[in-house]
């Protein structure tokens, strides 16, 4: 059965202070739209719609920074979840299949909640994510029996009797598409919001004698977002969650309390990673690589058998090869590390290519900005790059050269060759103590006014 998904993502989020739009804010690097869109890639949709009101331009943008096959829909005027979803028909309305819809500030919704879904659609026309809720609050209560779901009833509409129900409404529903986009729009807005609920769309469904299910999971997985206190929730929650599943699939933490994931961040087997290394977007470490404390990682590769940090920065487009060292103070963009190099100390290789086993000596750095523009640095293999070597790229070092520290190069090193570029050293017999007299000298006068 093919899957279609729309994501709602029109609302303002008013209580999140910002003039930012809600699904725009981030936890774990990523915004909250891509982590329901992440959900829904699992079940691998052909469609996916998402609905667009405040800040829809950059709404857009960031999803399809995610998937640049999304589609879009405005909704002008936020007039209800179900008016939301109905947008959404001129595009999937004859898509056949299922549609799903999610809610792009609710961000833990796991791919096998969904799958469970789409298995209880073989019994049910229109399938609802409920959750036995700790503080029911004010979410819409399931008028359910066993996984028979008969209504939905919004908080501000229900007795006292339905507020006593603690089986309550996550938004999530998977349906027939036709099924679902008939039912919408038989959807009104008689009710103390004065709004077109979805969630009228169980009791349509019944009222045609068609069939309405529950499917139930924990409520940490229909957690949303809607204030900042609750966005800082999401994050620990993700958090906590992210370290869990590298311990189970065995990676090494010392603290793992200390380390925060990124949404995509991929660490194998037996990686170690210490504490207070911080992943953002990208970042891929391979078995039995190993991280030291205090590292800042960003859309890099670190093969097995590299150490990075402690104290490293690897920013996007580092590739590490095996076996390559990168030791502190050491930072490393858009560069192509081969196997087993080292750069050990206090350096920044950008726009760099390095060939397998050159060593770079501490504060090296490739001078890779003229303040306009951004050039390259070539460097062989099995190199010898001396302590304070300023690479001025556009520039090559040949496969076993060697620049003498403190050279500032900035004409090319042929293979195997000793670049020196700096000034030649002169000795000045005994002038150090003449020098020093004299300025104790000049101390002394004016320490007495004269
Ligand atoms: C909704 C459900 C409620 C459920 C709760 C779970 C309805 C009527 N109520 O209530 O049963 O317990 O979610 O969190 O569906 N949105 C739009 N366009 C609109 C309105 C909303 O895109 O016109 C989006 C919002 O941006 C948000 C989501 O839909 O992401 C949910 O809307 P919200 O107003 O927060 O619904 P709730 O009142 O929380
Ligand atoms: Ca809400």
């Not at 299910?213 to 992210?242: D, M, S, W």
């Not at 470490?285 to 104290?311: K, Y």
């Amino acid at each position: 059965m093919s899957v279609s998904l729309v994501i709602l993502a029109a609302g303002q989020g008013t209580r999140m202070n910002s003039e930012r739009p809600k699904v725009l804010h981030h936890v774990a690097g990523s915004p909250l739209l891509h982590h329901a869109m992440a959900a829904g890639r699992a079940l691998d949709p052909v469609r996916t719609v998402v609905v667009t009101g405040h800040g829809a331009d950059e709404v857009a943008k960031a999803a399809r920074s995610f998937d640049d096959t999304a589609e879009f829909v405005l909704q002008a005027e936020q007039k209800g979840t179900g008016h939301a979803v109905a947008q959404a028909a001129p595009l999937l309305a004859n898509a056949g299949g299922d549609t799903i819809v999610l809610y792009g500030d609710t961000p833990f919704i796991r791919a096998e909640t969904l799958e469970a879904m789409q298995a209880a659609r073989a019994k049910h026309a229109v399938v609802v994510l409920g959750f036995h809720a700790a503080d029911p609050g004010r979410y819409g209560r399931l008028i359910a029996d066993g996984e028979n779901l008969y209504r939905i009833v919004e908080y501000k509409d229900a007795t006292d009797e339905v507020r006593s129900i603690n089986l309550c409404n996550s938004g999530v529903i998977c349906a027939d598409t036709r099924i679902l986009f008939d039912l919408v729009a038989e959807v009104g807005n008689d009710n103390a919001s004065g709004e077109h609920y979805l969630t009228d769309i169980v009791g349509i469904a019944r009222a045609k004698g068609l069939s309405a299910g529950v499917v139930i999971c924990p409520e940490a997985e229909t957690l949303g977002v809607n204030t900042r206190a609750q966005l800082a929730e999401a994050e620990q929650a993700f958090q906590a969650r992210a370290r869990a599943d590298a311990l189970e699939n065995g990676v090494t933490l010392t603290a793992p309390e200390t380390v925060f994931f990124a949404l995509d961040t991929v660490v194998g087997r037996d990686a170690i990673i210490g504490p207070n290394v911080i992943f953002g977007p990208g970042v891929t470490v391979e078995s039995g690589a190993q991280i030291l404390p205090f590292c800042h990682l960003e859309g890099c590769h670190i093969s097995r058998g590299a150490t990075v940090g402690p104290f490293a920065r690897l920013r996007p487009g580092a590739e590490l090869a095996e076996d390559v060292h990168i030791g502190n103070f050491v930072e490393i963009k858009n560069s192509i590390l081969d196997e087993g190099v080292k750069v050990g100390h206090l350096s920044y290789i950008g726009d760099a290519d390095v060939g397998e086993f050159t060593n770079i000596g501490a504060g090296t750095v490739t001078c890779n900005y003229d303040g306009v523009m951004k050039h390259r640095t070539t460097i062989g293999k099995r190199a010898f790059i001396g302590s304070d070597t300023m690479l001025v790229a556009p520039v090559r070092v040949g496969d076993g050269a060697l620049t003498g520290s403190g050279s500032v190069i900035t004409e090319d090193v042929p293979a195997e060759a000793i670049a020196l570029a700096r000034a030649r050293q002169v000795n000045k017999a005994g002038l150090a103590t003449k020098l020093f007299e004299r300025l104790r000298s000049i101390k002394a006068q004016k320490s007495k006014g004269l």
